[in-house]
């Protein structure tokens, strides 16, 4: 298992390095955040002292192996806009995100997964069809869309909850909702297909055979073989969240990651760019390693190591 481990963390490191060497390569190819900062009326000498301030003067490989440098001590450098160190803005932002995704991912669950093994139980039926319907509907719907509709109805028509801001629970509401709605559809389709091929399994007639109660027929045997599929599409939401916060909290102006990255991004701010993309990427790394060790757990009969 030690084997292992080190290989998979060896192999995310590895991606995390591809990663951030690309986007690095693509924001310093894409424009000068230099001229984004400094006013319209600035002379050719302010720009180019800016550049020398901020090591722009520099060429592309030499900045490219001062940039490795620096991710190896985890020194991201500060932000252009802001010149705040862009590591303390990416950490004091990612407690938001996290709040929000775990909120989201939790309300998913809480629904999907009940809503996916009763439409299994209840196969052929009004809900069951509801069911599948849902999860059409909810993985086929743009997340913005689903944002925009909650904030007309909620915020505007009905406005019994605040369409934007941070710091309450009634914040959470809709940011989490929104996202909440998109996971569930896969949630409850993955669910409801995983435990439907289980239900046919011989090993299940036999227990319903020896008269075993149709509850515990469901929870121990059935759902526990169909879990894999379940936590699967679990991991992929929850990196779906952590990746793609970026629309829901610029719409709601959530003060999370994925609102400073998208911010970053726009003005050309390379150094917060830089560490937002590490912090995705870690995560998503972490995810994939939790889901193989989660495998195991579920069902001993999957080695994933010798």
Known sequence: MVSFLAQRILQGFLAIFLVLSMVFVVLNISGDPIRMMLPPTATQEDVEAMREAFGFDQPLVFRYFTFLNQMA????????????????????????????AFSALFLALLIGVPLGILAAVKRGSIL????VLLSMVGQSTPVFWIALV?????????????????????????????????????????????LIEVLNLPYVTTARSKGVREHVVIIKHALRNAAIPVITQLTLQMRFVIGGSVVVESIFGWPGLGQLLAQAAFARDYPVVIACTLFVSLFIVLFNIALDLSYSAIDPRIRLWD
């Open 128 to 131: 069951d069809t509801l069911a």
């Open 150 to 194: 909650l904030i007309f109805l909620f915020g505007v028509i009905y406005p019994v909850l605040p369409p934007s801001g941070y710091g309450t629970a009634a914040h959470l509401v809709l940011p989490a909702t929104s996202l909440a709605l998109f996971l569930l559809a896969g949630m409850t389709r993955v669910t409801r297909t995983s």
């Open 73 to 100: 001590h985890l020194d991201f450098g500060h932000s252009v806009q802001t010149r705040r160190p862009a590591l303390d803005m990416v950490l004091g932002r990612l407690p938001a995100t996290l709040f929000l």
